[in-house]
């Protein structure tokens, strides 16, 4: 079990760090708040790139900043910035060498990473003779990460990599570093402040602002709570539903999701059948109604129960926490989020504990809603 | 000895204008690098005091530079008397003092330039490399040094064209004397003093003609040069 203890105290300019967290999870942590929160901070303190600070890293019960403090060069740390940052005075493939060359001496429990092997997985076949300036955004941030994973870390800190990337490729190379991650043990500590990748790459959460830590848990959990709707702001509020894939239309491209006994219809194809399938939808892309009305409105009716009303006072809007029915344990539903004029919520009368009928229609969900397990 | 019709104290101060421009060039290399590369990623407080002082040469006329060097190198000083100590010769009218005071003359020609192709890579490539496993040493050569040639080469080639071209401090701390200090631009000097226009010709329009193949060379290999006088 790879553990990483972290705690950064100090002034960074006019900035007040004050960060304390245990990561213990072996999969991919992603590491989210607004920007300017410090997330690139507490990155570049884990590599070493940081003096000046009161700062602890305890890696495998190894600290890093003790009484003789390891410099970055000996962590055996992979750093990725947001810039791919390839040497351009390098090939491709040397590049990649100069990662090989200078591998740490390596904790045996992990195994090392093949430079063919990842060639492949990352397709930079047809790049390795090639100078970075010759090279697409996309393709410079393959070799930089496959850069970092061989010069063999026990953990990989990857800040906000897929910043410049289209669509496409990210859900290609995410789906690449869940399988890493997966298949090698090495923990993945992911900044970002895109609620998309977060919902798809992320195992567990912590949350920052201001420097300091939030909140932490499973992802379904945070995406959640109070605090993460406060961090990303109403309008782009959302909830996560999880359910297994227990029909599929191809005629229509559609996929039907069995949540809790409920059926959602959403686009596309999100996993083969029995797949489990997390989907985040927007709380402005839900339409409630108190009685059930006719099923042209949306693709989708829900069942549930309304928990909590919060009346925003200064807007024009509310916002409804909703218990989904569940058909197999009653006590036990998965939560909605939906926001709501204050004028409509008046006119429905509704409150708590009322039985709703939520519609939502499958167009609002894209496909980058999905998260794959 | 002739060649091309120059003199043989002409070839020997060509001789000694080449040698004081390399030697200078090579302590540059020694002594400028580090501190470029302080100058370029340090956040201290101290950066802006020592960026002005590497500077001054840029603004001071050559006689204040050679007044105080004067003064510096001369026997009564720890310094004059330690070279002294050293050689048995003083450091004022000797080629050594003439390299010592190219060095603080040139500075900023090797400095300005490397300092801001350091500024180019900036901080993350560095921090990318050590990452990776690169040590300081290992970064500084096989990352910086390689990203970082033309900045060399820029500063190399102006500072090597600036020491050649440096008149007032070289005649007050060197004193001209033959085979020693005089350089070119103290024999162009002399010849017109001596109103021998036809050998100031020749000096002067081929130090003209090197000087404008070498910017020549300079800007059509690199188009980013800056020498910046904040």
């Known amino acids: 079990m790879t553990s990483l203890f972290v705690k950064i105290k100090g002034q960074l300019g006019n900035f007040n760090l004050n960060f304390e967290h245990d990561f213990k999870s072996e999969g991919i942590t992603v590491l989210y708040g607004p920007n300017g929160s410090g997330k690139s901070s507490i990155i570049s303190a884990i590599g070493g790139f940081f003096r000046n600070l009161e700062i602890s890293i305890i890696l495998n019960g190894q600290d890093l900043e003790g009484k003789q403090k390891i410099p970055s060069y000996k962590r055996a740390i992979g750093t990725m910035f947001q810039d791919p940052q390839l040497f351009e005075h390098l090939t491709v493939s040397q590049n990649l060498d100069f990662a090989v060359k200078r591998v740490k001496p390596r904790n045996k429990k992990y195994i090392n990473i093949e430079k063919t092997d990842l060639i492949k997985s990352l397709d930079l076949e047809t790049l390795l003779k090639r100078f970075p300036t010759n090279l697409s955004g996309g393709e410079k941030l393959r070799v930089a990460l496959a850069r970092t994973i061989l010069s063999q870390p026990d953990y990989l800190l990857l800040d906000e990599p897929m910043s410049d990337l289209d669509i496409r490729y990210k859900a290609k190379l995410i789906r690449f570093l869940k399988a890493f991650n997966k298949q090698n043990k090495i923990p993945i500590l992911y900044v970002t402040h895109s609620i998309e990748e977060i919902s798809q790459i992320a195992d567990e959460i912590v949350l920052i602002n201001k420097g300091r830590y939030i909140a932490s848990g499973f992802t379904s959990k945070i995406l959640n709570s109070y605090d993460f709707q406060n961090l990303v702001g109403k309008f782009e509020a959302s909830s996560v539903l999880e359910g297994f894939v227990s029909k599929i239309n191809k005629r229509f491209s559609l996929t039907t999701l069995n949540i809790d006994g409920q059926d959602l219809m959403v686009p596309g194809s999100p996993g083969s059948l029995n797949n489990f399938v997390r989907v985040r939808i927007r709380s402005r892309d839900i339409i409630i109604t108190p009685i059930k009305i006719n099923s042209y409105v949306a693709e989708n009716l829900l069942v549930g129960k309304i928990l909590e009303i919060e009346i925003e006072k200064k807007t024009a809007f509310s916002e409804l926490v909703i218990v989904l029915l569940n058909k197999k344990n009653e006590n036990k539903g998965q939560i909605l989020r939906a926001r709501i004029t204050t004028y409509n919520l008046e006119k429905m009368n509704l409150s708590d504990n009322k039985k709703i009928y939520i519609y939502i229609r499958s167009v609002s969900i894209d496909r980058q809603a999905y998260q794959h397990n | ?230």
């Open chain 2, 1 to 230: 000895m002739e060649i091309l019709n120059l003199s043989h104290s002409d070839i020997i101060a060509l001789l000694v204008t080449l040698k004081l421009a390399l030697t200078t060039c090579i302590c540059l290399a020694i002594i400028g690098t580090p501190i470029a590369y302080f100058l370029a990623f340090s956040s201290s407080k101290g950066k802006s005091i020592i960026e002005s002082i590497v500077t001054l040469p840029l603004v001071l006329p050559p006689t204040v530079i050679g007044f105080y060097l004067i003064i510096f190198f001369s026997p009564d000083t720890k310094l004059g008397q330690f070279f002294i100590l050293l050689t048995g010769e003083q450091l004022v009218f000797s080629f050594y003092g003439l390299v010592l005071a190219s060095i603080i003359y040139s500075l900023p020609f090797w400095v300005q330039p490397l300092q801001s192709s350091f500024e180019n890579i900036g901080k993350q490539t560095i921090q990318t490399s050590n990452s990776l496993g690169a040590g300081p040493f290992d970064t500084f050569f096989n990352v910086i040094l390689p990203l970082c040639r033309r900045g060399f080469l820029t500063s190399f080639i102006l500072s090597f064209a600036h020491t050649m071209g440096e008149f007032g401090i070289v005649l007050m701390v060197g004193g001209g004397i033959h085979g020693k200090t005089k350089v070119i631009a103290i024999s162009i000097y002399d010849h017109v003093e001596q109103l021998s226009f036809a050998k100031a010709h020749y000096l002067a329009g081929g130090m003209l003609v090197i000087s404008f193949i070498i910017l020549l060379c300079l800007y059509l290999s690199n188009k980013n040069i800056s020498v910046r006088v904040k």
